[in-house]
């Protein structure tokens, strides 16, 4: 079992509204690029942002040798893929034929699908009773906060395979959560950098041939994949793996419940978006499977305090 420092608590936190805001961006952003751009564009910032700081602090990326060295860039090639390149690429391009709503059920998802790759490939991360049922209360809080309502056909084509997209995006983001916790130990600065520097050689290419270069992008545009590429992937990565290696990947998973409620919150502050009559209810549902699946670290926490 995995000592759940306080310092976690305030990163996953921290992750929750980063990510909760980015629909906003990615919304603005969608109007002047592809979803391949998006995705290029943002994760080539993040990877230049993460090296920045690599070199700032006077760290390196590890050699690509033969055993431990390339132990880890395997397992970073394996994290860039499934928690970067092929997660933002098939929500970006799902996202053009479903419901917004489905997307974020998908994502709240993520704590269920980690919870079996975790008990059979992680020690210390033992699936039981009491932590399934608060996962699985949480995710009934995130159905509730969002609707019925989402689950309301578009009418667009491709939408089935659409679905299939989000399901495989949250899938992606399970396996990669997995493989962040079982990397062979480096400083986290430098893992992050790594990841990043891989899905961007793997993204920019896709992109280009699939989309081409922008024609144009407005001032708006150009803010939103900023931010997109800054906080929610660069600042992000370096949370991400903090909060895995440290706390493990089921309580990192928590982070995805979090996202839909800062979406739903912020929408209605910023772009006057309505409040769902449900969000009280949801929130308490959201915040009661927390407490349930991780009652023991909670105890410690407040003894601690």
Known sequence: ?????????????A?????????????????????????AV???????????????WGLRLPPVGRGPERRFWAFALFMALFSNVIPFSLLG?????????????????????VLPLAHVF???ERMHLRR??????????????????????????????????????????????????LCPPVPLLALSAAVMLLAACV???????????????????????????????????????QVTREAG?????LVNYMVPVWSVILGALLLSEAVPPQLFLAMAMILAGVAISQWGALRRLFIAG
């Open 1 to 13: 079992m995995h000592e759940i420092a306080p310092v976690n608590w305030l990163r996953i936190a």
């Open 15 to 39: 992750l929750g509204l980063i990510w909760g805001a980015s629909f906003t961006s990615l919304s603005v952003a969608l109007r002047d690029v592809g979803p391949f751009t998006v995705a």
């Open 42 to 56: 943002r994760i080539t910032l993040g990877a230049v942002f993460l090296l920045s700081l690599l070199r700032i």
């Open 93 to 113: 391009w799902a996202q053009q034929s479903v419901a917004s709503g489905f997307a974020g059920v998908c994502m709240a998802a993520v704590p269920l699908l």
């Open 122 to 124: 992680v020690p210390g």
């Open 132 to 181: 399934l049922g608060g996962f699985i209360l949480g995710t009934i809080g995130v159905v509730v906060l969002i609707g019925v309502d989402a689950f309301a056909s578009t009418g667009k084509d491709m939408e089935s395979l659409a679905r299939l997209a989000c399901l495989g995006a949250a899938m992606c983001y399970a396996m990669g959560s997995i493989a962040t916790r």
């Open 203 to 241: 993204i920019v290419p896709v992109a280009l041939v699939v989309e081409g270069l922008p024609k144009s992008l407005s001032l708006k545009g150009f803010l939103a994949l900023v931010y997109l590429g800054i906080l929610p992937t660069g600042v992000a990565q370096l949370l991400l793996v």
């Open 249 to 253: 990947p089921g309580f990192f998973s």
